[in-house]
C-alpha cells in the first residue's frame, strides 16, 4: 500500500497489508475474491484521508480514475434538487462500500459529487489496476455490473445453504418442470376405450391419462378422480370411447416454468395435474405427488383441505399448516412474492370456504354479491401478520332497492367478518369490513364513493384511496368490480391535481435512513431502537407504485407487478424499476423472516425490527433497499414538481 502526499499533513498512518485484507474481508465483495487477488488490490492501494465537507469526486472532475473504499467515514452522495435551491443527498456510503462503479466501468465522469459527511479515510486503486483486478476477479466483476442484486444473492445462497443443513436436500420452487416431469408421459388417443385406458394407467403406474391428437397435441385429460366419478355414476359400459369421460383443454405449463407456478396453478384451479406442452406438443405431465414428494407440505392438499373443510373449527385448525407451510418455503430461499402469493392464495380459499359456511348457516341472502378485498390481501401481498380489510359489490336499481338489499346482506357479513376473526385474521379496527353498512354498497354508490375520493381529495379521502384504490375480488362476479376499476382509471387519468396530491402524500412516509447513522429508529418507549418495515419500508414503495400505476391505466394491484408494467410502459427506467422491485422483495423477506422468528418464539407478529439484530451483510442491503425508496420518493417530486 502506498502512502498519498497529495495532502501534506492529512495522510492516514501506513496500515500493513495483513490487516488491511482482513478489513475488508468483512465485506461484499471481498469477501468471495481470491487472497492473491484481494492482495493485489490492498497492495495497489493508497490511502487518503478526506476532511469532513471535502470534495472526493465531482462530475466536473471527468473520466473517473480511481476505484475507491470507504476505509472509514461516511460519504453523502449529493446533486442539485430537483425542484429547491441547493442540493439533496441520493444516498449514503459508510464503512466497507465502494464506489462509483458504474462510473468507473463506463468510463465517464460521475453523475453525483460525493462528499465527505464526516472525517473520512479511503483506500484508492487506480484505473489500471482496477481493469486487472476487475479481468482477474469473478467476484468483484459480477459485483461491479450487479450490484445489490450480487448481494441478495449471497443472502439467498446462505439460506439455501441452512435449509439443506437443517431440511435435508430437496429441490427449490424455483426448479423447472421439465426436470421434473415424465418425459415420456402416458397418452392415448380420443377413440381409446375407457377399459384400455385404465389398464394403461394401471400397467404405467400413473395417476391420469392424457388424451391428444395425432401430432400429440392435448385435448383432454382423464384421472383417477374422474375414474371414481365414472364408477360411482354407475356406468357399466367399459368399451365407450375415453373422449366422452374426459376433462376437456386440461390445463398446461411450458417446461421453462417453475414448480412455484405449477403449485399456485394446482391450489388455484383444485386440479392435481398439469400438462407440459412446447411447441403445441405434449412433453410431460406434472402432478401433485410429483411436485411435492420431496417436500413435508403438500400445498395443493392444505388447498383441498381448506376449500372442503365442513366446520369453522377445521379451518381455524388449518392456520398451523399454512405456518409450517411458510416456514418450509422460507428455508429454501424462496422469494417473497411467491411467498405472498402462496399467503394470499390460501387466505382466499378460507375467505370462500367461510363465505360458504357463512351462507349455510345463516340461509342464502336470495341477492348475488361480490366479496371484495382491499389493501395488502387486494394486492396479494398478505403476511401472516394481517387483519381484514373487506367490503360487500351488489347491483341494485335504485336507492330504496340498494338500502333493502343491504339490510339483507349486514347479517351475513357481520357473521362471515366474526369467522374470519375465529380463524385468525384480526377485525379491522379501523371497520374497514363488510360488515359497516359504508362498505356494503352497490356498484353505482361505490362508484359515488370512489369519485368523492378523487374529486375531493382531502388527507382522510387520500388516506381512504390507498386503501381501497387495491382491490379485487376473492369470492363472486367479477363484472362490477371490473368496470368499477376502469371507472377508476379513467377518474385518475382525468384529474392531475389529484395525481400531485396522490404524490405528495406518497412523499411523506420517510424511509429510515439518515445522514449520520445507518438507520433513523425510534429513541423511545417500548420501540426504542426499532424501525417499521411495512411503514417506513414497504409504504414507500407500495405508494409510489400505485399513483404510477392509476396515471397510466394499469389495472394490476400487485406492486412488484405494477413495477414490471411500469417499465413495460417506459413510464420508469429499466434499471431504475428492477432496482426497487429488488429492494422491496428484501424488505418483505426481511419481515417474513421477522415473522417466522416471531411465531417460533409464541411472541405476538410485528414489523418493527431492530437492524443491530442483523448481520453486516443483512444491514447493508437493508440500507441500499430504503435508499431506492428514497430514490423512488425522489423521482415522485421531480415527475410532480413537489
Known sequence: MQIDAQHPGKVAVMQNIHGTMEFLRKYPPFNQMESAHLAFLVENCQLRFYATGDSIIKPDDGPIEYFYIVKQGLVHGERPHSSKDGKETTFEITTGECFPLAALIGERATRTEHLAAQDC?????????????????????DFALRGVSSLLDQVNQQVQLHATQTLGAQYS????????????????????????????????????MVITDEQLKPLGIFTLRDLRRVVADGCSDLNQPIAQLMTQQPFALSPQASAFDAAMAMTERHIAHVCL??????????????????????????????????????????????????????????????????????????????????????????????????????????????????????????????????????????????ALAECGFSLCKGQ?????????????????????????????????????????????????????????????????????????????QKPPVGRLRDFVVARKGAEKDTLDLKVQGLTPFVDGARLLALANGITVS?????????????????????????????????????????????????????????????????????????????????????
Not at 196 to 205: D, G, K, N, T
Request: glycine share 6%.
Open 277 to 418: 406442452v412446447e411447441h403445441g406438443r405434449l412433453c410431460g405431465v406434472i402432478s401433485e405427488r410429483d411436485l411435492f414428494s420431496l417436500q413435508r407440505v403438500d400445498l395443493v392438499h392444505l388447498a383441498r383441505s381448506i376449500r372442503h373443510a365442513g366446520k369453522l373449527e377445521t379451518l381455524a385448525a388449518l392456520r398451523s399448516d399454512i405456518q409450517q407451510l411458510v416456514d418450509h418455503m422460507l428455508a429454501h430461499g424462496a422469494s417473497s412474492t411467491q411467498i405472498t402469493q402462496l399467503i394470499t392464495q390460501l387466505n382466499d380459499h378460507t375467505v370462500c370456504r367461510v363465505i360458504e359456511l357463512g351462507i349455510e348457516a345463516l340461509g342464502d341472502p336470495g341477492v348475488p354479491f361480490t366479496w371484495l378485498c382491499f389493501g395488502s390481501e387486494g394486492r396479494r401481498e398478505q403476511t401472516l401478520y394481517t387483519d381484514q380489510d373487506n367490503g360487500i359489490l351488489f347491483d341494485a336499481a335504485d336507492a330504496a332497492d340498494a338500502a333493502a338489499i343491504r339490510g339483507r346482506l349486514l347479517p351475513l357479513a357481520a357473521h362471515i367478518n366474526q
Open 173 to 208: 420452487l424455483e426448479a423447472r418442470l421439465g426436470e421434473l416431469a415424465m418425459q415420456q408421459p402416458v397418452s392415448c388417443r380420443p377413440q381409446t376405450p375407457l377399459r384400455e385406458a385404465v389398464r394403461l394407467m394401471h400397467e404405467q403406474h400413473v395417476g391420469s
Open 121 to 141: 479515510f479511503c483506500l484508492l486503486l487506480n484505473k489500471p489496476a482496477f481493469i486487472k483486478l476487475f479481468t482477474l476477479s469473478n467476484p468483484l466483476r
Open 558 to 642: 400487485n406492486t412488484p407487478e405494477r413495477l414490471r408494467l411500469l417499465v413495460e410502459q417506459e413510464v420508469i427506467d429499466a434499471q431504475d424499476g428492477a432496482a426497487y422491485a429488488e429492494a422491496y422483495h428484501f424488505i418483505q423477506q426481511t419481515r417474513l423472516q421477522q415473522h417466522q422468528l416471531q411465531s417460533r418464539g409464541g411472541l405476538p407478529f410485528s414489523n418493527r425490527l431492530d437492524p443491530d439484530s442483523l448481520n453486516q451483510l443483512d444491514r447493508r442491503i437493508l440500507r441500499e433497499s430504503f435508499r431506492q425508496a428514497q430514490r423512488l420518493q425522489s423521482s415522485l417530486a421531480l415527475r410532480y414538481q413537489l
Open 432 to 508: 374497514i369490513m363488510a360488515s359497516n353498512p359504508e362498505l356494503c354498497l352497490s356498484r353505482s354508490e361505490w362508484s359515488r364513493r370512489f369519485s368523492g375520493f378523487v374529486r375531493e381529495a382531502t388527507p382522510e379521502n387520500l388516506l381512504a384511496s390507498s386503501i381501497y384504490f387495491d382491490l379485487r375480488v376473492v369470492w363472486g362476479s367479477e363484472d362490477g368490480c371490473r368496470q368499477l376499476q376502469q371507472e377508476l382509471l379513467d377518474l385518475v387519468a382525468d384529474s392531475p391535481l389529484f395525481q400531485r396530491m396522490l404524490a405528495d402524500n406518497a412523499l411523506r
